[in-house]
């Protein structure tokens, strides 16, 4: 069975440190890669000297939410295109400057709004041209937890990457959101495998680490392993209690990904 790599998501993981700070201590407890959410207030080249002092990559980043109170995303929001590219201008910019591997586009809460799709499609075309070689990432999120966001389901996500077209354009496959709007998740999984550029997990329905709820991740990770996923798998989870506390499960699951 293929090796399960883990990558730490330094959103949720040790908010009390910074940055480059956090990276470190990622390497020192066994990640094999990091990923971030919005890290645009932390200079490039102190998360730079810290990717290569550890050697871990970052795997990727998010656009920025926007600035105006309840923004989630600007990416489908087509009265605010200006706003929605110079994020992701940002982001890439952001992204190459560290080396990191890809970026999340946000979509933003737009669900229902006319000219939503053509607006996150033009920006994605956009945006995977800006990128080059870099990835570009959609990700279904779940409803209960940002309403009104514009993309919520795997399908939805398929349907956008056929549109558009790119080579670069991908979908995060993220276990959490996609268990509660859908469930069926290793048959999801395998439908879209080939359009699947990220992989993150998380309990549900607490969202903290992946050793709890629902879903059984010590079957799931093996079972996405043998379908043929060789990527890292995200631990996008916000801890109980503090980070290192909660552990445990990265090496509770590593012997079951090499046996």
């Given at each position: 069975?293929?090796?399960?790599?883990?990558?730490?998501?330094?959103?949720?993981?040790?908010?009390?440190?910074?940055?480059?700070?956090?990276?470190?201590?990622?390497?020192a407890?066994?990640?094999?890669?990091?990923?971030?959410?919005?890290?645009?207030?932390?200079?490039?080249?102190?998360?730079?000297?810290?990717?290569?002092?550890?050697?871990?990559?970052?795997?990727?980043?998010?656009?920025?939410?926007?600035?105006?109170?309840?923004?989630?995303g600007?990416?489908?929001?087509p009265?605010?295109?200006?706003?929605?590219?110079?994020?992701i201008?940002?982001?890439?910019?952001?992204?190459?400057?560290i080396?990191?591997?890809?970026?999340?586009?946000?979509?933003?809460?737009?669900?229902?709004?006319?000219?939503?799709?053509?607006?996150?499609?033009?920006?994605?075309?956009?945006?995977?041209?800006?990128?080059?070689?870099?990835?570009?990432?959609?990700?279904?999120?779940?409803?209960?937890?940002?309403?009104?966001?514009?993309?919520?389901?795997?399908?939805?996500?398929?349907?956008?990457?056929?549109?558009?077209?790119?080579?670069?354009?991908?979908?995060?496959?993220?276990?959490?959101?996609?268990?509660?709007?859908?469930?069926?998740?290793i048959?999801?999984?395998?439908?879209?495998?080939?359009?699947?550029?990220?992989l993150?997990?998380?309990?549900?329905?607490?969202?903290?680490?992946?050793?709890?709820?629902?879903?059984?991740?010590?079957?799931?990770?093996?079972?996405?392993?043998?379908?043929?996923?060789?990527?890292?798998?995200?631990?996008?989870?916000?801890?109980?209690?503090?980070t290192?506390?909660?552990?445990?499960?990265?090496?509770?699951?590593?012997?079951?990904?090499?046996?």
């Amino acid at each position: 069975m293929p090796t399960i790599r883990f990558s730490a998501n330094l959103g949720f993981l040790w908010q009390e440190l910074a940055l480059p700070d956090a990276i470190r201590r990622a390497a020192a407890t066994g990640f094999d890669a990091v990923e971030c959410h919005f890290p645009y207030e932390v200079d490039a080249a102190s998360v730079k000297a810290a990717l290569d002092e550890t050697g871990l990559s970052m795997l990727g980043l998010n656009t920025r939410r926007g600035e105006r109170d309840g923004d989630f995303g600007l990416a489908a929001l087509p009265d605010r295109v200006e706003e929605a590219r110079a994020a992701i201008d940002e982001a890439i910019g952001y992204a190459k400057a560290i080396g990191a591997g890809a970026v999340h586009v946000m979509a933003g809460k737009s669900q229902g709004l006319d000219g939503a799709k053509a607006a996150f499609e033009a920006n994605l075309a956009y945006a995977c041209e800006a990128a080059g070689d870099m990835t570009i990432l959609i990700e279904p999120i779940n409803q209960r937890d940002a309403p009104g966001y514009f993309l919520s389901y795997q399908d939805q996500a398929a349907d956008i990457v056929a549109r558009v077209a790119r080579p670069n354009l991908k979908i995060m496959f993220d276990c959490y959101h996609a268990q509660i709007m859908e469930g069926d998740l290793i048959k999801r999984f395998e439908q879209h495998l080939p359009m699947i550029g990220h992989l993150q997990i998380a309990a549900v329905p607490s969202r903290a680490e992946p050793d709890e709820g629902e879903i059984a991740y010590d079957r799931l990770l093996p079972a996405m392993a043998d379908l043929g996923w060789d990527g890292f798998v995200g631990a996008e989870y916000r801890p109980r209690t503090t980070t290192d506390a909660g552990l445990g499960w990265l090496n509770a699951f590593r012997p079951q990904a090499g046996a």
